[in-house]
């Protein structure tokens, strides 16, 4: 059974950091796109950063110059570096994983970031 499991959210303050990490229990990892998505209270799920097999990182404009997406193939782990956060990033953060060509896209659980003074 597919799983992606993330660690590393909580409760920072305006201008911190926090690291995000995601393990997926994928064969054959490198092929997926993966991704983070997050969900704030009221509002639809949004797509913060992704990242290609070919390791090309894509952000939404609100996270550019302060969030990085990286993956390690060997250890099947994604992460998601978060600087300088602010409340508007409070939010449930998810893991997720696409490969669209073989029909296949696998959620986590999510993890919560809360930014507040």
């Known amino acids: 059974q597919v799983q992606l499991v993330e660690s590393g959210g909580g409760l920072v303050q305006p201008g911190g950091s926090l690291r995000l990490s995601c393990a997926a229990s994928?064969?054959?990892?490198?092929?997926?796109?993966m991704a983070w998505y997050r969900q704030a209270p009221g509002k639809q799920r949004e797509l913060v950063a992704s990242i290609t097999t070919g390791d090309k990182a894509n952000y939404d404009d609100s996270v550019k110059g302060r969030f990085t997406i990286s993956r390690d193939n060997a250890k099947k782990m994604v992460y998601l570096e978060m600087n300088s956060l602010k409340p508007e990033d409070t939010a449930v953060y998810y893991c997720?994983?696409?490969?669209?060509?073989?029909?296949?896209?696998?959620w986590g659980q999510g993890t919560q970031v809360t930014v507040s003074s």
């Open positions: 994928l064969s054959a990892f490198n092929i997926y796109v």
């Open positions: 997720n994983a696409a490969a669209f060509r073989l029909g296949r896209e696998y």
